[in-house]
């Protein structure tokens, strides 16, 4: 494995067994970065691979919403490693209700956690984030970019982040420091596992359409981190990478040719028909009196 992130310190908050947070935690950690993993509740499994692969790391529960945990994880991040050069806002929830369902609960919640939570992270570790050299990556959603029935709250959280993400990368370039986004689409996590687990053919078809090379990995997110962490990504910023998704306007194509192809030879006929190429403007004839 590459050594990319030899000497170099990583915090990652939302960190799970087998979500996204513990993929990159173990893929910048495999690459020779030491870690701060801040969890809701503890990845023992993870932790005890870390620990087998000799990877160097603290852990600490933290509640992104609460200010004064995020301060004492930067606090205890520095008093291990003495620095902070790599910040992935990841920490995340999500709740599917259609806007006239949506409580202020609800909606508090998601903006807290998902978008004032990577607020709240991101300004603690400025004053000892690595400058220059430090980076910033947050982790959005293709539904950030993307509109989807049922998800306006956390739509409007991964928008703000992504938001956020491009002015933060103008603020903090004159420093050194980048600010990055991902935005994936569907990645199999315990998150999505109730959308997907009862699909029925239909449902599968359409996922198949949106995403043409098929339901992401936890690792495949971490590995874009990885890359938008390194050196080798030291001249990009403010962007946000869509990932397992890409624009398009889904036509069913295979109905709608032939109405196409016989509307091309229609239309040339008409053209020949009013001879427009050899006379495209008419004289106007103007009689004086």
């Avoid at 503890?42 to 600490?60: N, Y």
């Avoid at 520095?78 to 202020?104: C, H, P, R, W, Y």
């Avoid at 956020?164 to 990645?187: D, F, H, N």
């Avoid at 590995?223 to 036509?251: D, H, K, Y």
Wanted: glycine fraction near 8%; proline fraction near 5%; hydrophobic fraction near 45%.
């Amino acid at each position: 494995m590459d050594t990319r992130f030899t000497s170099k310190v990583a915090i990652i908050t939302g960190v799970n067994d087998r979500g996204i947070g513990g993929a990159v935690s173990e893929r910048l950690g495999d690459e020779g970065a030491a870690l701060g993993i801040l969890w809701h509740q503890r990845p023992d499994r993870l932790i005890s691979r870390l620990q087998k692969r000799g990877i160097p790391f603290f852990d600490a529960k933290c509640d992104v919403t609460i200010q004064s945990e995020v301060n004492s994880a930067i606090d205890a991040c520095m008093s291990e490693f003495g620095q902070i050069d790599i910040l992935v806002n990841n920490a995340g929830v999500e709740v599917s209700k259609e806007l006239e369902n949506t409580t202020d609960d609800d909606w508090h919640r998601l903006i807290d956690v998902n978008l004032t939570g990577a607020m709240r992270m991101t300004r603690a570790c400025l004053p000892v984030l690595t400058e220059p050299d430090g980076v910033i990556i947050n982790i959005a959603s293709v539904l950030g970019i993307a509109g989807c029935v049922g998800f306006p709250a956390y739509s409007a959280s991964k928008a703000g982040l992504i938001g956020m993400t491009q002015s933060l990368a103008m603020e903090l370039a004159p420093r050194g420091i980048r600010a990055l986004c991902v935005a994936p689409a569907l990645v199999h996590t315990p998150m999505i596992k109730k959308y997907v687990s009862n699909m029925n053919s239909s449902s599968q078809s359409k996922i198949a359409t949106s995403h043409p090379l098929g339901i992401g990995t936890s690792r495949d997110v971490a590995n874009a981190v990885a890359f938008l962490a390194s050196e080798e990504a030291r001249w990009v910023t403010g962007i946000t990478l869509p990932m397992g998704w890409a624009t398009s306007f889904p036509l069913p194509m295979e109905d709608l040719m032939p109405a196409i192809q016989q509307n091309a030879l229609d239309t040339e006929a008409a053209w020949k028909e009013i001879n427009w190429l050899e006379d495209p403007v008419k004289e106007t004839v103007i009689v004086e009196e």
